[in-house]
């Protein structure tokens, strides 16, 4: 069943598809479009593309072309990306080339100082203005001493339900518009979710518990009386659940164990059409010396679809979450990574261990990207709505570890490369005819899916997931 909603549907078109229950027709409807929609509420802002001559005509030669390539696409894609720094570099990467049948969401992180602060309006607007393709996303952000668990529930300002809907609220005074393909995503539940903890272990900031969560994404899609009900992204935090995690048996039981919370499960269905579980894979896992594609990619099935394969495993005794996560389930890989150009100092990081040169950190989006498909494409109908999340996070990395940080300007430019690999790589993978293998961009003379770290070791740790016992 077709998911995707281009961003000038109406409200109750959004609603309907993204909860995964409409069917009909794909015609858009014929109001017309609200001026004020045009509007972002940045002072002497122009209006966004969409709103003017940049969108095809009906019955213009520019509209059949678009409605052809859309016509050719056999399936449809829905990519997220979280970012933490440099999104202008990304958006233009995919906007001078996009996936034909891909519908991009694009989070855009809050102020810096203050993170209970969402950025100007005209941040987000430049999504926007890439096009019906491009969706802005912003981000709730609950970790850390300036975001919203400890510097707004904590603080008394309210409950989780207030900050569900007071973020709504100011997400409406920048003009984010549920009716325009306009979003929110929740970063994130994590460990304390899983176990239903009160507390975290720096003692200061409140767990993330199930009735709190559920609490909170009930305001964040219901907003204040009057609102547009908003459907929305919610991140599965990668804490304590590394590719390097040591017992997995026990996160396995955590795990099962929030599975069979079925209450929650049941809120979660069409409040959170995108669950995006962030399955950071570690390079010190794959890329082993001398092995195949092949291996390397039912490794990362492994850990990349390790909760979907539980759910899987869990048959009828986890029904909410398996309905839900059919929907739902998306896997967040590595996109920008830690590039380091080179060397290979001791490093660990929460997004998983990516320190390796520029040309192998593009060879592992490619092999991700591979192997996400891949799995979709044996486990999932052929007209299935695709999902795939990215982290894009780059970070300038010596190449020793005493070393200095690379040049800026030798930095700069391999952030705008592995931006641009990241947009071939889904093009490839998400155009008309598109399958895994054209993740390995071989037409271009290299096969991206080559990628050889020294000293990478496989794990069989995360095989454990596609049983329930």
Sequence with gaps: MRRRCLALLLTMCLALVIAGGAAGSDEPAESPIDPALCEDGTEGAPAPAYCGDDVPEAGTAEAAAQASTTAACTKRVEIVFWTANRWRVLMDALAANPAACADYYISIPPADGNNTILRAGSVYREVRDLGPQFHSVAEMRLGGPTAWARNWVAAGNGTWYDAGVEFRRKMAAINFRPELGHTWLLNEFDYTTRRDQAVHADGL???????????????????????????????????????????????????????????????????????????????????????????????????????????????????????????????????????????????????????????????????????????AERHFDAAATRRIGFSWQPVNNPRSPDGPEVPGPEFEAAVVQQAAHIAAVLAATYGPGGTSKSACLRETGTDWCAMQRPGAEFTDAWELFSVWK
């Excluded at 409140?206 to 547009?228: K, Q, W």
């Excluded at 995690?245 to 795990?255: F, G, H, R, S």
Aim: overall charge negative; proline content about 7%.
């Design 205 to 375: 900031t409140p767990g993330y518990t199930r009735t709190a969560m559920r609490d909170l994404i009930r305001g964040l899609y219901e907003g204040a009386p009057g609102m547009v009900p908003a459907p929305g992204i919610v991140e599965i935090g990668i804490s304590q659940s590394h590719q390097t995690l040591t017992d997995v048996p026990a996160y396995k039981e955590q795990m099962k164990e929030w599975l069979l919370d079925g209450d929650f499960w049941n809120d979660m269905a069409g409040k959170v059409p995108w669950l995006a579980h962030e399955v950071y894979a570690d390079t010190r896992r794959h890329g082993v010396p001398g092995s195949r594609l092949e291996e390397r990619r039912g490794h990362l099935f492994d850990y990349q679809q390790h909760l979907f394969e539980l759910v899987r495993a869990g048959g009828s005794r986890v029904l909410p979450a398996r309905a839900f996560f059919k929907e739902a389930f998306m896997p967040f890989t590595n996109g920008g990574g830690y590039v380091a150009l080179g060397g290979d100092p001791p490093f660990e990081s929460g997004h998983g261990n990516t320190q390796v040169p520029l040309d192998q950190m593009m060879r592992f989006v490619s092999e991700q990207v591979n192997a996400v498909e891949y799995y």
